[in-house]
């Protein structure tokens, strides 16, 4: 019997094409064939968030990494501002106070997108937050912010600004170096038609600089070590990868560069 198709922002359904990639032979995770697809999905998902700069492979699912951006960057006490206006900016937002930060949620309405004043005036009211979190096309309603706005007027004011792009990446442009983004949240189940269990991180330089002073623990997802080890010249991740995942990711991020950037935003 054929299970009934639902109609969900993901896990989408899988292309033949990814489908076939993720049912080759096993390969192992430190061997130069599988370090070879490593390299080749990190070019890609490099070109999805419109990056030059570093991207890391996390071996969890896109709500892992952005737990994990929590703890590599900030320490307990302090402040953040959190756009919750979807149930994922809310969830951004527990995952930061669980770790002892301190939250100011603002735009709490789900069927508006975060105005970009409001968040001015957030970071008026609280000079000392240390970044904003953002959802850029929040799964649970489809709304889209102005990731820009918002990484403008959170660099004014000394701000990190961190993005969740897990529904949105790969289908609507993101421009993570020419709009100013520190970190950027995507993983491999939505837009990027693979299947559920890789997520990655983009990350910038003031990024990096505040993950020097943070004290909260992230043993397992560690950026600076996954930073080591994928610039190795074997790249490779500090754990056992989901090595089918990654295939498929590399067969589905070639099927984007072959349709283009332009035919694939408008698909979507």
């Known amino acids: 019997m054929t299970a009934p198709l639902l109609m969900t922002p993901g896990p989408t359904r899988v292309p033949t094409r990814v489908l076939e990639a993720g049912a080759r032979p096993m390969i192992h995770h430190r061997s130069p064939e599988f370090s070879e697809a490593l390299a080749a999905v990190i070019a890609g998902m490099r070109r999805v968030f419109g990056t030059r700069g570093d991207v890391l492979p996390v071996h ?11 703890c590599n960057l900030f320490s307990a006490g302090d402040e953040i501002v959190a756009c919750c206006n979807g149930k994922f900016g809310v969830m951004w937002a527990r995952f930061a106070e669980s770790h002892g930060l301190v939250v100011h949620r603002i735009a709490t309405d789900w069927e508006r997108s975060v105005s970009v004043e ?16 953002v959802v850029h096309s929040d799964t649970s309603t489809g709304v889209l912010n102005d990731v820009a706005g ?7 004011h000394g701000a990190l600004t961190l993005v969740d792009a897990i529904s949105g990446a790969g289908g609507v442009p993101f421009d993570f170096d020419g709009w100013g983004v520190d970190v950027a949240v995507t993983a491999s189940q939505k837009c990027l038609m693979s299947s559920p269990g ?13 993950s020097e002073s943070s004290s909260l623990p992230c043993n397992y997802w560690h950026f600076g070590a996954i930073r080591e080890t994928l610039s190795s010249t074997q790249p490779q991740t500090p754990g056992t ?5 990654v295939l498929q990711l590399e067969a589905a991020l070639l099927m984007l560069e072959e349709e283009g950037h332009e035919s694939v935003v408008a698909r979507h």
């Open 198 to 210: 890789m997520a990655f991180v983009a990350i910038g330089p003031d990024a990096w600089r505040a």
């Open 60 to 70: 969890t699912t896109g709500r892992g990494a952005m737990e994990a951006s929590i």
């Open 150 to 156: 918002v990484a403008a007027v959170a660099r004014a």
């Open 241 to 245: 990868t989901p090595v089918h995942v």
């Open 118 to 133: 409001r968040v001015a005036a957030a970071l008026q009211a609280h000079p000392g937050a240390r970044a904003v979190t």
